[in-house]
């Protein structure tokens, strides 16, 4: 009789799991049939997240980096002094990064409008993205810097080396790895950012799970765009981790 009972109850175990499994699957292929439906509306979010992304990138490097690098030698202990620069860039970073973002999008329409010619789409979200992602990477590249050792510093004017060659030659070779970190965790923030530009049209990934998602009530659908913006942000983690490492010149 024990031995009956326990074979009745592995039987009934083995019915259970494979029910959670049927279930599991059921739940799976629903899923894929919802955004099977959406694939479109899916591929067009992505896209338009990724333009929002290189728009806001290409500006941190474009602007982002010598701003940065201008902050490094100009503030008070820095290798080129001026207390007047260093207080107006210092001042943009701060102010930028202190603005809630939602906010922050609302105050810059009108210049976004009278910049891009309308304050919806694309386009224009990426203006705000841009003077954040500018204000975020100054700064992460002004204390990256800061860790390059006096020595180097010191080394470049011995030697009589220009401004530029300053920054070219010693610093930013000196500093790279910790630059290449600084900017994945940029691109992730941006990631993050770029959720809230629905709001003006801008679209993108997060505005296709509200609207498809949240607003539908499909939550499956919001739930599997949250796994996919998951599985972006460590991918983009991973590789730039990857990248610092390879050209760390600190690792032999």
């Given at each position: 009789?024990i031995?009956?009972?326990?074979?009745g109850?592995?039987?009934?175990?083995?019915?259970?799991?494979?029910?959670?499994?049927?279930?599991?699957?059921?739940?799976?292929?629903?899923?894929?049939a919802?955004l099977?439906?959406?694939?479109?509306?899916?591929?067009?979010?992505?896209?338009?997240?990724?333009?929002?992304?290189?728009?806001?990138?290409?500006?941190?490097?474009?602007?982002?980096?010598?701003?940065?690098?201008?902050?490094?030698?100009?503030?008070?202990?820095?290798?080129?002094?001026?207390?007047?620069?260093?207080?107006?860039?210092n001042g943009?970073?701060?102010?930028?990064?202190?603005?809630?973002?939602?906010?922050?999008?609302?105050?810059?329409i009108?210049?976004t409008?009278?910049l891009?010619?309308?304050?919806?789409?694309?386009?224009?979200?990426?203006?705000?993205?841009a003077?954040?992602?500018?204000?975020?990477?100054?700064?992460?590249?002004?204390?990256?810097?800061?860790?390059?050792?006096?020595?180097?510093?010191?080394?470049?004017?011995?030697?009589?080396?220009?401004?530029?060659?300053?920054?070219?030659?010693?610093?930013?070779?000196?500093?790279?790895?910790?630059?290449?970190?600084?900017?994945?965790?940029?691109?992730?923030?941006?990631?993050?950012?770029?959720?809230?530009?629905?709001?003006?049209?801008?679209g993108?990934?997060?505005d296709?799970?509200?609207?498809?998602?949240?607003?539908?009530?499909?939550?499956?659908?919001m739930?599997?765009?949250?796994?996919?913006?998951?599985?972006?942000?460590?991918?983009l983690?991973?590789?730039?981790?990857?990248?610092?490492?390879?050209?760390?010149?600190?690792?032999?």
């Amino acid at each position: 009789m024990i031995g009956e009972g326990m074979i009745g109850g592995a039987l009934t175990a083995q019915g259970s799991g494979e029910g959670i499994l049927a279930e599991v699957a059921g739940s799976f292929d629903e899923l894929t049939a919802s955004l099977g439906a959406y694939r479109g509306e899916m591929l067009q979010a992505i896209w338009e997240t990724g333009l929002m992304l290189g728009n806001s990138l290409l500006a941190a490097v474009l602007l982002g980096l010598p701003i940065g690098t201008w902050m490094y030698l100009s503030r008070r202990n820095g290798p080129q002094p001026r207390h007047g620069l260093y207080a107006v860039l210092n001042g943009y970073v701060n102010v930028v990064r202190s603005v809630p973002f939602l906010l922050f999008v609302v105050a810059l329409i009108p210049f976004t409008r009278w910049l891009v010619g309308t304050s919806f789409g694309t386009t224009a979200a990426s203006v705000p993205l841009a003077f954040v992602a500018v204000a975020l990477y100054a700064r992460w590249v002004e204390q990256t810097l800061l860790d390059v050792p006096r020595q180097t510093v010191e080394l470049a004017d011995a030697l009589g080396a220009s401004t530029l060659q300053l920054i070219t030659r010693f610093l930013y070779p000196e500093a790279r790895s910790g630059l290449v970190l600084s900017l994945t965790t940029v691109t992730i923030s941006m990631v993050s950012y770029s959720t809230i530009m629905g709001v003006v049209g801008g679209g993108g990934v997060g505005d296709f799970a509200i609207r498809y998602g949240y607003q539908t009530y499909e939550y499956e659908i919001m739930y599997a765009t949250i796994l996919i913006m998951i599985v972006v942000v460590m991918l983009l983690q991973g590789t730039g981790t990857w990248i610092s490492r390879r050209i760390d010149r600190r690792v032999p």
